[in-house]
């Protein structure tokens, strides 16, 4: 796909988009994680539904999408939330980024970059002073561009059933 980088339009996106950042998010996870549509998924697409449409009028999920001739080329996305303050954030609010997914025959041209610039200027006018990820293979290079480190302290994680 020839594209003009120039004429690529970045928004942030609104309660209007839910559509498309759903669309978005279940292909990112189905190539992430190699599955297909199935039942699982039209589960998936009810709750994203659900989440988008109460986070995002609360500001506590950002998100911004590149869009070329009416194509969506790529999406972004941050989840703000606040902890008790700390040492190192001292406002308490934390940024993760995810949901950067741009379709494959637009990839490698920078989309990806513009998309994360537009998050972490957000970032910092809520005053998060701490943006933390989960890189693909794929994504690594932009994130550690972009000044993205590993933490100082391991996470642990523990699954509930």
């Known amino acids: ?22 669309e978005y998010r279940v292909r990112f996870l189905n ?9 699982e998924t039209e589960i998936l697409k ?6 988008f449409s109460k986070e995002i009028p609360l500001n ?33 609010k934390r940024g993760y980024i ?10 490698r041209n920078g989309i990806s970059t513009q998309l994360l610039k537009k998050l972490i200027k957000e970032a910092k006018l809520l005053g998060i002073n701490l943006l933390n990820l989960h ?10 561009k972009a000044g993205f480190i590993k933490p100082d302290h391991i996470e642990l994680e523990l699954k509930l059933k």
């Open 1 to 22: 796909m020839e594209i003009e980088i120039n004429k690529i339009k970045y928004s942030r996106a609104t309660i209007d988009d839910i559509e498309i950042l759903i």
């Open 31 to 39: 190539e992430f994680f190699n599955h297909s549509d199935d039942e």
């Open 60 to 92: 506590s999920f950002i998100s911004w999408l590149a869009e070329y001739n009416g194509k969506i080329l790529g999406i972004s996305g941050m989840v703000v939330w606040q902890i008790p303050a700390n040492y190192n954030i001292k406002s308490g």
């Open 46 to 51: 009810m709750e994203l539904q659900q989440y």
């Open 98 to 107: 995810l949901n950067m997914y741009t379709i494959p025959e637009a990839r």
């Open 135 to 144: 890189p693909s293979e794929d994504g690594m290079n932009i994130y550690k």
